[in-house]
């Protein structure tokens, strides 16, 4: 895999990382409840700092962070859907991640890629424990 791919990956996780900060924080301030609320921002602002960690990755190699988000989807507004569809957005960056790191050589990136990952596999368990307390 060469530079320029590496770069392209780095942006398709880099505009994922754009449309969790920005749902969160949005979804943050409708949640009702104080808890899921409080984790739900903490998150978002660990999603902030992926994006920090993969833009310098991009620009370190020549590239340029892309912010063409796709419209964002909120998902309904009532906090069981909200913790669902912040659970989904967990499993596709977990996703994404595990890929990225069988295809990339570059020892540097896969090192951070690792680390985002552990974060996202914690972000879901946060969120799938808010769940399961509505039960
Ligand atoms: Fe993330
Ligand atoms: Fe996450």
Request: hydrophobic share 40%.
């Amino acid at each position: 895999m060469d530079t320029k791919e590496t770069i392209n990956l780095l942006n398709e996780a880099f505009v994922h990382e754009i449309e969790a900060t920005m749902i969160y924080v949005r979804n943050a301030f409708i949640m009702p409840q104080c808890d899921p609320s409080r984790v739900t921002e903490a998150i978002a602002v660990d999603e902030m700092r992926h994006m920090n960690w993969l833009a310098d990755l991009i620009v370190k190699r020549g590239g340029k962070p892309s912010m063409e988000h796709k419209e964002l989807d909120f998902g309904e507004d009532d906090l069981r859907s909200q913790l669902e569809h912040q659970v989904t957005h967990e499993t596709e960056a977990i996703e994404i991640y595990e890929r990225m790191i069988g295809l990339i050589e570059d020892e540097e990136v896969v090192g951070v890629l690792k680390h985002i990952l552990d974060e996202e596999k914690r972000h879901r368990k946060e969120f799938r424990m808010r769940l399961d307390r509505m039960d």
